[in-house]
């Protein structure tokens, strides 16, 4: 049956994406309001675009924001490069293995966050910056994980021996041939894993210490203050970053398939 | 070891897996490749042909028994320490890579000269006609094309021995037939020693020198084409080449065989008991009804351009090919009753 011909196949589908989309849309809408009170529209500007461009504690948080999601996505993509080759091969309980990897997809954040937090008091860790790192890593490793893994998967097996075949030692072949060909692999892998972290609000709001908000904790705690039309040009930034940085991603991984 | 072989393979035994799961692939095979030989590993997919490649060319290890290449022991080298060179049944062209990086890996990796490297790629890609190509990546190459710059690749660091892992397997007829030419004319012009790998008995006897016929990982044997085809050893070779006859027979003293309708021949052997007479269709001569060592009737007639092929229904049962020539006057008709007449000189007589 062609779904295409189904005579509400339209209309369902307006209706669902209307559904998805509308609260983005009104928030990105409300963005350019020019209305102190968030919900009540009078004209366009851009003034609230260059309020957060001047305010020291929204760059802060930004700046917290992006180290974060630099650090911990590139320590996740360098485990999740390992990890992929690894299981590329046989060995027994490789499934096992596997889903230990992804388990950080399934587990409920909030129970991770809660025991990371517990786990850091214990051990004494300092929160802050790099508590955050260490816990976003965690769970950015299976968004940096499948592209690779994809990637490997429908690589041919036969490179590798071809290039130990044309005497390149174990290193010389993974630099020469397996590196290269997996690159828009881990770069779609950085990618996910980077937009995971810059976007987690759970995480960092459990770990971060005096002084080191990220954009998603701003974003939460003005909140508590009052909606106001700040927040959503923050959020439409956030937004926009997001939507090209998985854009970006899909595009890689998809490239000279 | 002698010492006009290149490759020596003794006693080596491989098995897959551990412990109760473990399939034995390769059972004490030993073999010795000459000097600018085109050897053949013939068999049918799992008897183990690959596996041996792959141990030649160092992707595998033997669990047992030696591999040496030109006299040096080279059962535990790896790959990239091997004076040999594999052009691979997918060919597993570098796809990041343009035609002459693919050419000249090798060679950076030998760390020649830039200038000598240039040469070199320059040199392989003029051997398969694909200097126009240099530029492009093999995603751009057709098939055939792509096969070439295998070769060339393969063949730019000059190894000792080219393995070759069913190379054209891939191409259409052909293209095959092409290829399998300018493989024999690619092998004198560099050569080198060629160890190729097939299932297709017919390309086995067309290009090889020599040729290892496989089964259940074994080397049952070994020969050229010639002997293969006209005096095979085993049952198993004498059926996996061309088309035979196989006949039960009785091994009786005084070089007598007996065939289950009754009839005798006169044929020089030393087996006893159950043996299986081996005859090709070409081999077997028509005689009149009522003559000859077997009685039969026309079933059907194949038209081959040169020749008939007959099949014919034996009147014990079972059936029998036969081969007339074209040129013969009275084609045999279909349903028509033939005597056909085994001539000693081309039986073979098969024990087991």
């Known amino acids: 049956m062609n779904i295409r011909r189904f005579p509400m196949t339209r209309g369902i589908s307006l209706l669902v994406l209307t559904y998805l989309y509308v609260p983005v849309v009104v928030l990105v809408g409300y963005s350019f309001n020019a209305n102190r009170t968030a919900t009540v529209w009078s004209h366009v500007s851009l003034d609230w675009y260059g309020r957060i461009l001047v305010n020291p504690s929204i760059q802060a948080a930004a700046k917290n924001s992006l180290v974060l999601a630099l650090c911990a996505a590139t320590a996740a993509t360098a485990i ?178 | 070891m002698t010492d006009s072989s290149v490759v020596s393979i003794t006693a080596v035994s491989k098995s897959f897996g551990r412990g109760t799961a473990a399939i034995r692939v390769l059972e004490d095979v030993s073999v010795e490749i000459g000097r600018r030989e085109f050897f053949t590993l013939l068999g049918p997919s799992g008897c183990g042909k690959t596996t041996l490649l792959r141990l030649i060319a160092g992707f595998e290890t033997a669990d047992q028994g030696r591999i040496a290449i030109e006299g040096q022991d080279v059962t535990q080298t790896p790959p990239y320490h091997r004076p040999v060179n594999t052009v691979f049944q997918s060919y597993a062209l570098f796809p990041h890579l343009t035609v002459e990086q693919n050419v000249g890996f090798a060679l950076e990796e030998q760390r020649l000269p830039a200038d000598k490297i240039r040469t070199r790629v320059g040199e392989a890609l003029e051997m398969v006609r694909m200097q126009s190509f240099a530029r492009r990546r093999p995603a751009e190459l057709s098939g055939g094309q792509q096969q070439r710059v295998a070769l060339a690749r393969a063949l730019a660091p ?116 159950k043996v299986t007479l081996a005859i090709r269709p070409e081999r077997a001569r028509i005689a009149a009804a009522g003559a000859g060592h077997l009685q039969a009737r026309v079933v059907h007639t194949a038209y081959l351009g040169t020749a008939l092929l007959h099949k014919l229904a034996l009147a014990d049962g079972g059936t029998f090919l036969l081969r007339q020539s074209n040129l013969d006057a009275s084609p045999l008709a279909m349903g028509s009753s033939v005597g056909v007449s085994l001539p000693a000189e081309n039986l073979r007589v098969l024990v087991q």
Not at chain 1, 183 to 204: E, K, N, Y
Request: charged content about 15%; some cysteine; proline content about 5%.
């Open chain 2, 158 to 273: 000059r190894p000792k021995v080219l393995l070759l892992d069913e190379p054209l397997s891939a191409l259409d007829l052909k293209l095959r037939k092409e290829m399998q030419i300018e493989l024999k004319l690619l092998q004198a012009e560099a050569g080198i020693t060629f160890l190729f790998v097939t299932h297709d008995q017919e390309e086995a006897l067309t290009l090889s020198d020599r040729v290892a016929v496989m089964q259940g990982g074994r080397i049952l044997q070994i020969g050229a084409p010639h002997d293969i085809y006209e005096a095979p050893t085993h049952r198993f070779v004498a059926d996996f080449i061309g088309d035979i006859n196989l006949i039960e027979a009785e091994a009786l003293p005084g070089n007598t065989l007996q065939l289950a309708g009754g009839a005798t021949l006169s044929v020089p052997h030393d087996a006893r008991g």
């Open chain 1, 80 to 257: 999740a490069l390992l990890a992929a080759l690894a299981t590329s091969q046989a060995f027994p309980r490789r499934r096992a293995v596997e889903a230990v990897l992804n388990m950080p997809l399934i587990l409920p954040e909030i129970v991770v966050a809660v025991a990371t937090l517990m786990l850091f008091v214990a051990l004494g860790v300092q929160l802050g910056l790099g508590a955050m790192i260490l816990a976003h890593t965690a769970f950015c490793i299976p968004f940096a994980y499948l592209p690779i893994r994809a990637r490997l998967e429908g690589m041919n097996q036969s490179y590798g021996e071809a290039a130990q075949d044309l005497y390149a030692n174990r290193f010389r072949s993974f630099r020469r041939v397996t590196l290269p060909l997996l690159w828009p692999g881990i770069m779609a892998g950085f990618t996910l894993a980077f937009v995971t972290s810059l976007d987690d609000f759970l995480t960092s709001f459990f770990l971060s210490g005096p002084g080191t908000t990220t954009l998603p904790v701003y974003i939460f705690s003005s909140i508590k203050a009052g909606i106001t039309p700040e927040i959503n040009a923050i959020s439409t930034v956030m937004l926009v970053i997001s939507v090209l940085l998985v854009s970006l991603s899909f595009i890689l991984g998809r490239l000279r398939r």
